[in-house]
């Protein structure tokens, strides 16, 4: 059986053994085979952000990985938990990252003292015109970085779930929509527990992946290094050029959705789903909304990957990123030093995949 891939270590897709076309595959009927213009509008997205990974690469370095999984975020209008320790470019990836899909940026630096209002935007009275007006917040944005979001309390957290779900903001019973794309990038420290909030189960099951940034090899830091020592500043962006923007994204996702699904292949991703509601390691398993959200991952893989079906392998590939914030240890298994993504490789290696 093909190992998963991880994409907080992994590469772009095709990038690793195993990771191509599958047994099983049902070709689709001709009335779902896309027009030939649809065909060239999806191969001319895919390029686009394929060359996304050179872009970035530019001012950070070893995280293609991660940029695969923001690409597939996109294409499924979903949201990132991004986990890594301090200094790992999670900010200056998605500014890059921003940069190069031609998208607006913001950043909000989530603290004990932050206010919905300063999230979403309030009501300011204005004494010109007597009356009240809505200013907008930081979320009105394409690209949100939602900076340490477990140290802000739970209702300021919560100011997001209505954007994140509905893509909009509710403000004196007027919803106001949000731009399109918009996705939440939300960044968390794995060993800083001191003051701040864990996120509850409700607003982890939001985001579509979790993915782990991870500390750069040794030869990437060298590489880093020579960089800074030839006078790379990463706050100076103007080497990034845009190569990607909102109709490459709307061109991926309208491909994305008509990536063939077999029924062999949706009955694996509930499987591997329920499995994970039985499994004596976890208290909580994956809800309907996680399946949903792996097999929504597993296409946007199997089209970055030049494939118009999905493949188990496909879904072997996301089940980590998209399902190990969506599960909870039991506090024997924690004291017996059992992690979430062992026991996710366990299940996968136990429930078989279809042929």
Same mark, same amino acid.
């Given at each position: 059986?093909?190992?998963?891939?991880?994409?907080?270590?992994?590469?772009?897709?095709?990038?690793?053994?195993?990771?191509?076309?599958?047994?099983?595959?049902?070709?689709?009927?001709? *009335?779902?085979?896309?027009?030939?213009?649809? $065909?060239?509008?999806?191969?001319?997205?895919?390029?686009a952000l394929a060359a996304l990974r050179g872009e970035v690469a530019k001012t950070v370095v070893g995280?293609?990985?991660? /940029?695969?999984?923001?690409?597939?975020?996109?294409?499924?209008?979903?949201? /990132?938990?991004?986990?890594?320790?301090?200094?790992?470019?999670?900010?200056?990836?998605?500014?890059?990252?921003? @940069?190069?899909?031609?998208?607006?940026?913001?950043?909000?630096?989530?603290?004990?003292?932050?206010?919905?209002?300063?999230?979403?935007?309030? #009501?300011?009275?204005?004494?010109?015109?007597?009356?009240?007006?809505?200013?907008?917040?930081?979320?009105?944005?394409? $690209?949100?970085?939602?900076?340490?979001?477990?140290?802000?309390?739970?209702?300021?957290?919560?100011?997001? #779930?209505?954007?994140?779900?509905?893509?909009?903001?509710? !403000?004196?019973?007027?919803?106001?929509?949000?731009?399109?794309?918009?996705?939440?990038?939300?960044?968390?420290?794995?060993?800083?527990?001191?003051?701040?909030?864990?996120?509850?189960?409700?607003?982890?099951?939001?985001?579509? !992946?979790?993915?782990?940034?991870?500390?750069?090899?040794?030869?990437?830091?060298?590489?880093?290094?020579?960089?800074?020592?030839?006078?790379?500043?990463?706050?100076?962006?103007?080497?990034?050029?845009?190569?990607?923007?909102?109709?490459?994204?709307?061109?991926?996702?309208?491909?994305?959705?008509?990536?063939?699904?077999?029924?062999?292949?949706?009955?694996?991703?509930?499987?591997?789903?329920? *499995?994970?509601?039985?499994?004596?390691?976890?208290?909580?398993?994956?809800?309907?909304?996680?399946?949903?959200? $792996?097999?929504?991952?597993?296409?946007?893989? *199997?089209?970055?990957?030049?494939?118009?079906?999905?493949?188990?392998?496909?879904?072997?590939?996301? *089940?980590?990123?998209? $399902? @190990?914030?969506?599960?909870?240890?039991?506090?024997?298994?924690?004291?017996?030093?059992?992690?979430?993504?062992?026991?996710?490789?366990?299940?996968?290696?136990?429930?078989?995949?279809?042929?």
């Amino acid at each position: 059986m093909n190992h998963p891939v991880d994409l907080g270590k992994g590469g772009w897709p095709g990038d690793e053994p195993g990771t191509g076309p599958a047994a099983v595959q049902d070709t689709p009927p001709d *009335a779902a085979r896309p027009s030939a213009e649809a $065909l060239r509008q999806s191969e001319t997205a895919r390029a686009a952000l394929a060359a996304l990974r050179g872009e970035v690469a530019k001012t950070v370095v070893g995280q293609d990985s991660v /940029v695969t999984g923001l690409v597939i975020a996109l294409l499924c209008r979903g949201h /990132v938990l991004l986990e890594g320790v301090p200094g790992t470019a999670k900010t200056l990836l998605i500014k890059t990252l921003s @940069r190069a899909l031609d998208l607006d940026f913001k950043r909000v630096q989530f603290t004990p003292d932050l206010m919905p209002g300063d999230v979403t935007g309030s #009501l300011v009275y204005d004494n010109r015109t007597a009356e009240f007006e809505y200013r907008e917040g930081p979320v009105f944005t394409n $690209l949100l970085l939602a900076d340490e979001i477990n140290r802000t309390p739970p209702k300021t957290q919560a100011s997001l #779930l209505e954007a994140m779900e509905e893509r909009q903001v509710s !403000v004196e019973g007027s919803a106001r929509p949000l731009p399109d794309p918009f996705v939440v990038c939300a960044t968390q420290n794995p060993i800083e527990y001191e003051g701040t909030y864990p996120l509850p189960e409700a607003q982890l099951d939001r985001f579509l !992946v979790k993915l782990t940034v991870p500390v750069p090899t040794r030869d990437e830091e060298i590489s880093m290094l020579q960089r800074h020592a030839s006078g790379f500043d990463p706050r100076d962006l103007s080497e990034v050029k845009p190569v990607a923007g909102a109709a490459e994204l709307a061109a991926g996702r309208a491909a994305t959705r008509a990536v063939h699904l077999d029924p062999k292949v949706a009955a694996y991703v509930v499987d591997l789903c329920r *499995a994970t509601r039985q499994s004596p390691s976890l208290q909580l398993g994956v809800s309907p909304r996680g399946a949903t959200a $792996l097999l929504a991952t597993s296409r946007a893989w *199997a089209w970055l990957s030049g494939r118009d079906y999905v493949t188990p392998d496909d879904v072997k590939a996301l *089940a980590r990123p998209t $399902l @190990r914030h969506r599960v909870a240890l039991r506090p024997e298994a924690e004291l017996e030093g059992a992690t979430t993504d062992g026991v996710l490789e366990g299940i996968l290696a136990h429930v078989p995949a279809p042929r």
